[in-house]
C-alpha cells in the first residue's frame, strides 16, 4: 500500500537541491507490526504534470518496524534534486499486507526545510479551510446571477470564488436551483457551457421548468418550500 502527497511547484522553489525533513507517527495493530515500510521524495517530469514520476532525491528511507499497538516516531532526512523544481510529492510505501480487521495508521505528517524536525504544526480551522478551498470548492446556496437570453435559458449565471484556486475549476451540479427573474420562477437541473477563471465561475442552463423572456435579470436561489 503506498501513500502521496503531492506539492505544488509554487511551493517548491525554495525546496530544490537542499535538505528536507519529514516527520510523522505510525501505528498499527497487525501483530507482526510494520516491516520494511519506505519513505522517498519523488518529483514530476514536468511542472505539477505528475503523467511521469522522477525520483527528488537520490535515497529511500527505511522505517524501522513499527509494532503492535506502539506509536512510532518517525523522522527523516533528504537532500532533493534539481526535478523538485518542477513540484514534489512525498511518497510512503507501508510494504505490508492487512488482512480483515488489520489497519495502519499514519498520522502528524510533517515536511519542512532542513535537517532538523520541529514540533508539529496545528493550523486553525478557518486556514486550514481555505487552503483547501484553493483546490475544491462546494456551495450549498451558490448567490447566482446572470440574464435570460431567450424563453427557455439563462446565460453567464456568475459568481465569484471563495478563494482564489490553484487552476480554473470545472463545475457541476447535484440536485435542482430555483431561478427568479422578477416575474415568474422556474428550476435549473444540469449546466451547458461552461467560463471559468480561478477567481469566479460562469455558465449558461436551459430551464428544466418554466418559461422566462429574453434579456431579464436572473437570480438563482434554493427553494425551501417555505
Known amino acids: 500500500t503506498e501513500v502521496q502527497q503531492r506539492i505544488e511547484q509554487a511551493n517548491c522553489a525554495d525546496l530544490v537541491s537542499t535538505q528536507v525533513t519529514l516527520s510523522?507517527?505510525?501505528?498499527?495493530?497487525?501483530?507482526?507490526?510494520?516491516?520494511?515500510?519506505?519513505?522517498?521524495?519523488?518529483?514530476?517530469?514536468?511542472?505539477?504534470n505528475w503523467s511521469t514520476q522522477l525520483s527528488g532525491s537520490g535515497s529511500v528511507y527505511t522505517i524501522p518496524t513499527v509494532a503492535q499497538n506502539t506509536a512510532t516516531y518517525v523522522s527523516c532526512t533528504f537532500t532533493t534534486n534539481s526535478n523538485v523544481a518542477n513540484g514534489m510529492g512525498v511518497l510512503i510505501a507501508t510494504n505490508t499486507a492487512c488482512a480483515s480487521g488489520e489497519w495502519i495508521q499514519i498520522t502528524g505528517v510533517q515536511l519542512e526545510k532542513g535537517s532538523t524536525a520541529t514540533?508539529?504544526?496545528?493550523?486553525?480551522?478557518?486556514?486550514?479551510?481555505?487552503?483547501?478551498?484553493?483546490?475544491?470548492?462546494?456551495f450549498t446556496d451558490p448567490r447566482l446571477r446572470g440574464a435570460t437570453s431567450t424563453t427557455t435559458s439563462i446565460g453567464r449565471l456568475g459568481m465569484p470564488l471563495l478563494t482564489t484556486m490553484r487552476a480554473s475549476p470545472s463545475c457541476s451540479l447535484s440536485g435542482t436551483l430555483s431561478w427568479y427573474d422578477g416575474a415568474g420562477t422556474g428550476t435549473i437541473t444540469a449546466l451547458n457551457a461552461?467560463?471559468?477563471?480561478?477567481?469566479?465561475?460562469?455558465?449558461?442552463?436551459?430551464?428544466?421548468?418554466?418559461?422566462?423572456?429574453?434579456?431579464?435579470?436572473a437570480v438563482i436561489f434554493i427553494n425551501t418550500g417555505a
Open 194 to 217: 461552461q467560463y471559468a477563471t480561478i477567481s469566479s465561475i460562469e455558465f449558461d442552463a436551459v430551464l428544466a421548468a418554466g418559461t422566462t423572456a429574453a434579456n431579464r435579470p
Open 119 to 138: 514540533s508539529f504544526d496545528y493550523r486553525d480551522y478557518g486556514r486550514e479551510l481555505m487552503m483547501c478551498q484553493r483546490y475544491f470548492q462546494i
Open 24 to 48: 510523522l507517527w505510525m501505528y498499527t495493530n497487525k501483530a507482526a507490526g510494520v516491516v520494511g515500510a519506505q519513505i522517498q521524495i519523488v518529483a514530476p517530469s514536468a511542472a505539477d
